[in-house]
């Protein structure tokens, strides 16, 4: 019997690689001869840039940025491909989980730091970067991450925009005179699965602002802010991201990525899929798990488990979704190819317990699915 565990990070409590070891852990419980492939993977958000370096063996490059308050950070890329691809994981520089909760505010937090991870990536002389972007702690539309890139923001005065998405609303002009020449000559790539506009009802700031530290009142002034900055850029350069898809992606970054880097979005799980060479894996398997922190129909728009099974199902693989709790309308899943779902939570017990125990808890509920397996097989013969 050959098994795959293929699943996505538990936000907040295990990674993509010690979930795929916790399923590896409970199968080997119940089938030891089971030849079992560990295949972490991600979507776009965390984890990404983890799967695909280790997927392409590639090599971590440490940079001091500055993490969304300007604060210094010490973040990761992946170099690549014989040191031709760049990947950048832009939560290891503008990520919600590098600001304490009591000061997240994303109407402040600056992609400043992704910026500079881009240009520390064409110091290296790569032809192309992949900047996965999931995660972030910031809604500014990508005017950091392009200030560190050489445009400037400026005011009525002609004075730079200080930094944070707020600011936008003060717009006047955008100079791009010092945009880095050598971003001409590289290919920008965005692994991301939202498509979400830039602003309005399922634009960024409404949607994501809230679980950013942003009050209902202060979600509205960001979606004005990126209302004007959309306008005053297409006014300046020519280019309408206001209805973009994707545009929204991690508080409008992709709308700053297409807009100054003239980057591409690409799917986040099929990316690292192909990276991975995952259909090869799946010829002569017999049994995909996969999973993530919580599956719900949100699942089923370009998250990790459905898209393991949307792979899976053209070699006829029955997919388990095991996850940190499941749910409203998980149903959904089952007629995107996953043939079963379950949640690592056993027993009453409080989140706080649930994400300090989901090794264990993965592990176990892991074992239970397998000795439901192995009555299945019994009742076959």
Not at 83 to 92: D, G, H, R, V, Y
Request: glycine letters at 12%.
């Amino acid at each position: 019997m050959r098994i795959i565990t293929a699943p996505d990070s538990f936000k907040g409590s295990l990674t993509s690689v010690e979930a795929s070891q916790a399923m590896a852990a409970g199968i080997r419980r119940i089938f030891p001869q089971a030849e079992v492939i560990e295949m972490p993977v991600a979507d776009g958000g965390e984890g990404t840039l983890a799967a695909i370096v280790r997927a392409g063996d590639g090599r971590l490059i440490y940079q001091q940025v500055q993490d969304p308050l300007g604060k210094p950070v010490t973040a990761r890329w992946g170099l690549l491909d014989n040191n031709k691809t760049a990947i950048i994981e832009m939560a290891e520089a503008s990520g919600l989980l590098l600001v304490p909760p009591l000061l997240r505010d994303p109407g402040i937090t600056s992609t400043f730091g992704t910026g500079e991870l881009i240009r520390s990536a064409l110091d290296h002389h790569v032809e192309k970067i992949i900047v996965a972007i999931g995660g972030s702690a910031t809604n500014d539309g990508g005017a950091g991450m392009a200030s560190a890139l050489g445009v400037r923001f400026l005011d009525r005065q002609k004075k730079l925009l200080p930094p944070g998405g707020a600011a936008l609303i003060k717009l006047a002009d955008i100079d791009i005179s010092g945009l880095d020449s050598r971003l001409k000559k590289t290919k920008i790539i965005i692994a991301s699965d939202v498509k979400n506009p830039l602003c309005g009802p399922n634009g960024a700031s409404l949607v994501y602002g809230p679980q950013k530290g942003a009050t209902p009142a202060s979600a509205h002034l960001l979606d004005l802010a990126l209302a004007h900055y959309a306008r005053k850029s297409q006014t300046i350069l020519g280019v309408d991201i206001s209805t973009q898809e994707g545009a929204g992606a991690a508080g409008g970054l992709g709308a700053g990525l297409m807009l100054f880097l003239g980057a591409r979005f690409r799917s986040g799980i099929d990316l690292v899929l192909d990276t991975l060479h995952f259909d090869e894996h799946l010829i002569n398997t017999n049994l995909v798990f996969t999973g993530e922190g919580c599956t719900d129909e949100q699942t089923l728009h370009g998250k990790v488990p459905a898209g393991i099974a949307a792979r899976a199902s053209r070699y006829n693989i029955p997919v388990i979704c095991i996850s940190g709790s499941l749910g409203k309308m998980h149903q959904k899943i089952f007629a995107a190819g996953i043939a079963g779902a379950a949640s690592i939570v056993s027993r009453p017990m409080t989140l706080s317990e649930c994400m300090h125990d989901a090794y264990t808890l993965l592990t176990d509920e892991t074992e239970r699915v397998c000795r439901l397996l192995q009555v299945g097989t019994f009742l076959a013969k």
